[in-house]
């Protein structure tokens, strides 16, 4: 079965800072990736999705996040954190060639200090 | 500007209670889900439906049921209500899977149940 791990149940950076966000999946199939944002009492909104095309996707509000084969990964980046950032984010797998079903991670929760 | 409604913000309930969370979407998706989302667990997938009247279980289903008699509405039922069922629950939609094209979820704003 497919699944997804985020690293780091929070994150915390000082404002201005880089974003490390953490997600790795396991399948021998490189699936298709997501990352979405949960702001406070709000539901859940795409970020950016990767579909095998290429593997620097650019997303929403300065996000990016690279997909490496080699290391299952598909990490959240944001060059300079802004306070607005500061949400629940999300990373889930579709595996290709059947199921529809996303398989979410936990979630990482970003702090951004003043 | 397409949109996920969920019915209720926030509801209160006592144990053994039936509740109903309605959801509503105007973007013709074929896909619905209800999720259930606690914290340091991440989302749980409850239901889901791929056609009007379809339905399937998803990972955490005891002590739910759902209904789709309509292709915009997928309404989640708690029978009996308890209070490890005190949560918040996320509706969602996406279009039926077509490659890469589709994928996407949207969501509601979500309800948050407290039984008591």
């Known amino acids: 079965a497919q699944s997804v791990t985020q690293l780091g149940s929070h994150v915390s950076v000082s404002e201005g800072a880089l974003v490390l966000l953490r997600c790795n999946y396991s399948?021998?199939?490189?699936?298709?990736l997501f990352w979405y944002v949960q702001y406070p009492n709000q539901g859940l909104q795409l970020l950016l999705k990767y579909t095998s095309a290429a593997t620097l996707v650019k997303g929403i509000n300065g996000f990016e996040a690279e997909f490496k084969k080699s290391e299952t990964s598909f990490h959240l980046t944001k060059p300079s954190a802004h306070m607005s950032d500061a949400a629940e984010y999300f990373c889930a797998v579709i595996p290709k060639g059947g199921s529809y079903i996303p398989t979410f991670g936990r979630g990482t929760s970003l702090i951004v200090h003043p | 500007d397409v949109k996920v409604t969920q019915s209720s913000r926030y509801l209160v309930k006592r144990t053994g209670e039936k509740v109903f969370l309605e959801c509503v979407q105007d973007?013709?998706?074929?896909?619905m889900f209800w999720y259930r989302q606690d914290p340091g667990l991440g989302l749980r997938l409850i239901y889901f439906s791929y056609d009007v009247k379809m339905k399937e279980k998803g990972d955490i289903p005891e002590g739910y049921s759902v209904s789709r008699e309509k292709k915009e509405r997928f309404s989640l039922i708690l029978e009996s209500a308890s209070t490890n069922q005190t949560s918040m629950y996320l509706c969602a939609s996406s279009s039926r899977w077509e490659g890469a094209a589709t994928g996407e979820l949207f969501f509601g704003e979500g309800s948050r149940l407290t039984v008591l």
């Open positions: 399948s021998s199939v490189p699936p298709y």
């Open positions: 973007m013709d998706h074929e896909n």
